[in-house]
């Protein structure tokens, strides 16, 4: 079994910065793609960010300039660095993973969503 566990949400005021972390952890193989999504409420869920095992990064228009993705391959672990936080940035944030298993097979894997809330 593969779990993803993600921290780091909370309340931040416009203009803060907040980091997400997401670790895998289970019987893994490898992880290729990582990313980062976010849903607001009354909203589609929608890709913030992505980062593939060797570095390239992918963002939301909405973001680039204020976060950055990043990964540590050794501890099957994604962060999300978020700065210039504005109201709109206020959601459910949710890590994905695309995992090979030890069995072999190939997972889509999403993380339990943690809450993120730009207000005064």
């Known amino acids: 079994q593969v779990q993803l566990v993600e921290s780091g949400g909370g309340l931040v005021q416009p203009g803060g910065s907040l980091r997400l972390s997401c670790a895998a952890s289970?019987?893994?193989?490898?992880?290729?793609?990582m990313g980062w999504y976010r849903q607001a409420p009354g909203k589609q869920r929608e890709l913030v960010a992505s980062i593939t095992t060797g570095g390239n990064t992918n963002y939301a228009d909405s973001v680039k300039g204020r976060f950055t993705i990043s990964r540590d391959n050794a501890k099957n672990t994604v962060y999300l660095q978020m700065n210039s936080l504005k109201p709109e940035d206020t959601a459910v944030y949710y890590c994905?993973?695309?995992?090979?298993?030890?069995?072999?097979?190939?997972?889509?894997?999403w993380g339990q969503g943690t809450l993120v809330t730009v207000s005064p």
């Open positions: 994905n993973a695309n995992v090979v298993a030890s069995s072999g097979r190939y997972l889509g894997i």
């Open positions: 289970g019987s893994i193989f490898s992880i290729n793609a």
